[in-house]
Structures are given as C-alpha cells and as structure tokens.
C-alpha cells in the first residue's frame, strides 16, 4: 500500500532554514499530485503548497517566496525548503498524495489528498 514518511523537522532559530523530505512507496510515482500540510495545536490542517506529475506548482499566500517544493522521481521522494522561518511556521508538517490523473486541485485542500503521513515537528523560536 501507499506509505509516506516524512523527516527534516527539527527547531531553529527565526530566520533560519529547514527542508523537510517525504519517502514514497507503494505506488508509481508518475500520475500523483503530493503536497505539504501543517498543523498547529488547536488549528485546522493548513494546505502549504503542491506539485503535479508535471512539475506545476502551487503555494498558499502564506509561504509564497520562502517555501519551494520540489520532487526527485528517481527516488520516490517529495522536498520542502523553507527559508526565513518565522514562530508562526511552528506546526507538524504532513506530506500528502493524491493518485490519479497527475494533476491538482486548488484551493489546497485536505478532502483531496487519501495518503498521508505521520508527520514531523517543525519549531521555530523567536
């Protein structure tokens, strides 16, 4: 079956970097739309940013400039630089897929994505 799993998380400093990557398997990887999630305590499931089978783009306001996705077909894996990290970027951060024609839906929804993974912990200090 489909399994995803994420690492890269860790705590820095405002302003620094991370870039989280997310292991596929279980699937071809040709005809999927994958995309990075975060999750405050007490908040809903934020959609951050997607990527298509084609390599289109996309990115929530909110990370536009800072974050970039990205993916290596060859190695099943999903990336997430983040640069210029503020406390707000705090949060679990999921990696997700939707398998099917390869293309994405906007908004970044949650409903559209049936694979995730566990997550990992993004902490960023003041």
């Known amino acids: 079956q489909v399994q995803l799993v994420e690492s890269g998380g860790n705590s820095v400093q405002a302003g620094g970097s991370l870039r989280l990557s997310c292991a596929a398997s279980?699937?071809?990887?040709?005809?999927?739309?994958m995309a990075w999630f975060r999750q405050a305590p007490g908040t809903e499931r934020e959609g951050l940013a997607q990527i298509n089978s084609y390599g289109g783009t996309s990115y929530t306001e909110s990370v536009k400039g800072r974050f970039t996705i990205s993916k290596d077909s060859a190695k099943n894996t999903l990336y997430l630089q983040m640069n210029s990290l503020k406390p707000e970027d705090t949060a679990m951060y999921y990696c997700?897929?939707?398998?099917?024609?390869?293309?994405?839906?906007?908004?970044?929804?949650?409903?559209?994505?049936?694979?995730w993974g566990q997550g990992t912990q993004v902490t960023v200090a003041s």
């Open positions: 997700a897929a939707d398998i099917g024609d390869g293309f994405c839906s906007w908004p970044i929804s949650r409903r559209g994505f049936g694979h």
């Open positions: 279980g699937y071809t990887y040709s005809s999927e739309c």
